[in-house]
């Protein structure tokens, strides 16, 4: 697999992305265009998009919080045809390499907290990924969704945190990202 990564917004590679978040996120919380592209201008986000061939077959949206030295997984996904084949442990390898190199301390995701079928599977694949699920259930006022959040230590970092110290971060990030809320264009 081959991927692809921005700090600044790019048509054409939103556009290999879009497919992807929309077959994801459409339905249930994807954040609005206008608000991504406000990410890229305030330079808190980067997207990545994996190919096979030419074809894109996963994307995600990652959060920078340079000064607290965090990357969030904001959106991941992998197409529903392409699942399975490994796609999505090769993503978040490179995500997890890339974000050490660059001198990031955590990777964060956050992911439902529900006890469903689908839930479980994707609390156990990032956990089959090197990531610590933290117990703390977080309640968003928004949302009816419960999420843990989950982390991966980067760089040396062994020190064990808490979920609330880590949705510290998510909430930031949050914050940061719909601030000034962008020209709607969607």
């Known amino acids: 697999m081959r991927i692809r990564t921005v700090g ?7 556009q290999d992305a879009r497919p992807l978040y929309s077959e994801a996120f459409g339905e249930k919380g994807a954040k609005p265009v206008h608000i991504i592209r406000n990410m890229f201008a305030q330079g808190i986000a980067e997207l990545h998009v994996g190919y096979n061939e030419s074809r894109a077959v996963s994307m ?3 959060g920078k919080l340079l000064s607290d030295k965090v990357m969030i997984i904001d959106y991941l996904t992998v197409s529903k045809k392409e699942r399975g084949n490994g796609f999505g442990k090769h993503f978040v390898d490179y995500l997890r390499a890339k974000t050490a190199a660059e001198g ?6 956050e992911a439902e907290s529900e006890a469903t079928p689908a839930n479980r599977r994707r609390i156990h694949f990032w956990q089959s990924c090197g990531f610590f699920l933290t117990e703390y259930v977080h309640h968003y006022i928004w949302v009816p ?7 991966a230590p ?31 264009e969607d």
């Not at 600044?8 to 939103?14: F, G, H, P």
């Not at 990031?104 to 995701?109: P, R």
């Not at 062994?158 to 601030?179: A, C, K, P, Q």
């Open 154 to 184: 980067l760089n040396g970092d062994s020190r064990i945190v808490t979920g609330e110290e880590l949705f510290t971060y998510i909430n930031t990030f949050h914050r940061l990202s719909f601030r000034g809320g962008g020209k709607k």
């Open 8 to 14: 600044t917004w790019d048509d054409e590679l939103w």
């Open 145 to 151: 969704e419960t999420y843990h959040a989950m982390y």
């Open 104 to 109: 990031y301390e955590k990777l964060i995701i």
């Open 60 to 62: 995600a949206l990652t």
